[in-house]
């Protein structure tokens, strides 16, 4: 049983990933972004995305409940629907499902957001973003068992039952560890993680646990530390192996799970 | 087992449906719409709803690829998330569908659309509509065995797997023959089936099988007419009653299942 995230950045291309997809043979989960398709999007409706970056240097989606609208828009209805289209055509019983369903991603909101904004302090509230905390795979389990092929995206749930913008690398992680998947395939439009972001090859080939937090600080873009933290957490919980692979290229899966790409083991 | 159906048309008081189903205990399936927000996003992504008319004097909407995208995002995005996170914070745990998921809905694509436009005959291509044959309901009777509620909107997928845009109280009345339903509540923005659609105290408390092809002729609106198809496949595919009712008030689905509104038997 593995676990495959697609990433939503320009790039990736998922009719090779779904044709792909459509030939394994071991059970599989598949979790997706749609970030770059949501910004289009945001700024068509007049609601172009607001980044913020928090103290601690990450950067995330102020996610007031118009943009989670838009979001779940996107993500569960575009291209999720899409995905699950696409799938069909290829022969798999797919079906989408958001964290909302049946509960399936639970997190805490983070109701009051710090953030810097041009070196001041502020909080920002009235924000629907949260971390993901557990997943209940109940569903899941279910749908495996009988056929299905499960494609899930983002919003989670609050505890208090409201969706919330959780990062998808994350719940990918949290989703492996639940199901006890001892593999888990990141797909972005980079061969994998790269030392020096604008040069193909200065790929990492393989990085254990350990070398997780050093390379988050020396190398690292902010979209590549959540992957990192991904993977980190998806070892910590179980998973075998985490493999940061190519989304553009033709047969990605299958190559990802071959080792083409940073391999990264606890 | 009944088939709540919700109308997407502006009126319908959501918080007050749900609230009402949270109090349920036979089991159910709820289908909804999403109609009227449909109209808004689409325009106001540039996308005006572009509705046409057959020769026998149905409107639908012209859907193309993009258009599909839009009601995607609508009824399986916002509108379907939206109910699935109200449904989840009332304790119900429920599971939002599209028909395209695990082939739910089935039916035929209707490539070329004869209509009707300014008095001359035309013919509409590239029309991703379409008429559901069949529901697949394993995927539902497996989630309503584990104690989901099952949440679906269109679209459906077509035998050669693509998403069209299909009816949908025609889509209830397909889920509830296909699940052996006893009853189909089909909730909209007036008391039931009006003689005068202007005068609420005009309602046909009763109707039969019969009655529905004259009454169509006689009274009905276009999206009454829709409503009184949609009934008559029901009850030719053995629910035993369907009501129309009022989704406007508290209480709106107890309020059907006692009769308020139209009710029609074979």
């Known amino acids: 049983m593995f676990v495959v995230k ?12 779904l044709e792909d997809l459509a ?33 601690s240097g990450y950067t995330s989606r102020y ?38 369903d049946g509960r399936l991603l639970e997190g805490k909101r ?7 904004e041009n070196g001041r302090k502020m909080i920002l509230r009235d924000d629907f973003t949260g971390k993901i905390e557990r997943a209940n795979v109940n569903l899941l389990n279910i749908l495996l068992n009988n056929g299905y092929l499960p494609v899930i995206s983002p919003p989670a749930i609050s505890y208090e039952g ?18 006890g998947a001892d593999r888990m395939l990141i797909l972005s439009n980079t061969p ?12 990492i080939p393989k990085l254990d646990r350990e ?13 590549m530390k959540k992957k990192l933290l991904g993977a980190r957490e998806a070892l910590d919980g179980g998973v075998r192996e985490v493999i940061l692979a190519d989304g553009r290229i033709p047969g990605s899966i299958t190559a990802g799970l ?6 990264i083991k606890r």
Do not use: W
């Open 6 to 17: 697609i990433g939503g950045s320009k790039g990736i291309n998922l009719d090779y990933v």
């Open 23 to 55: 030939h394994q043979t071991e059970p599989l989960v598949l979790v997706h972004g749609a970030s770059d398709e949501l910004n289009q999007i945001s700024t068509q409706l007049g609601k172009p995305p607001r980044m913020v970056t928090s103290p």
């Open 63 to 100: 996610t007031d409940r118009e943009t989670l609208d838009i979001f779940a828009m996107v993500y569960c209805g575009k291209l999720n629907m899409r995905i699950v289209e696409k799938l069909q055509q290829l022969g798999v019983n797919a079906v989408g499902l958001s964290g909302v």
């Open 110 to 116: 983070k109701s009051s957001v710090r953030i810097i």
């Open 162 to 179: 409201e969706a919330i913008n959780v990062d998808g690398d994350r719940a990918a992680a949290v989703i492996a560890n639940a199901l």
């Open 192 to 203: 994998g993680f790269l030392k020096d972001v604008d040069d193909e090859a200065s790929l």
């Open 211 to 223: 070398g997780i937090a050093e390379s988050i600080d020396i190398y690292a873009q902010d979209r």
């Open 258 to 263: 071959s080792g083409k790409g940073t391999v």
